[in-house]
């Protein structure tokens, strides 16, 4: 793997009894972000039930950083934060990281 990918890890948390609508908008940035430039991986991930609050994760891959900061500015997330922060308990957390091993 090259050693500018970048890995980044992006969490959010439901608020309670708004899960399935948040998992439901965040599944809508799947498809039209895995076309990117640049994108190996972009995975939606849930935790299993019985956790709370629900985390929804995308787990993601990128050719560099300036692909990654392309995705950042694509139309199809442009507004995200807008858009599903009636759904959160918390602001999302997201972390780039570099593979060391």
Known sequence: MPQDTVHVIATFLAAEGREDELESALRELIEPTRREEGCIRYDLVRSFPGVSPVEL??????ESVETLDAHGRAPHLQGLRERVQHLLAAAPHVIRHRQVG
């Not at 994760?57 to 990128?62: A, G, I, S, T």
């Open 57 to 62: 994760v995308f787990v993601e891959e990128w």
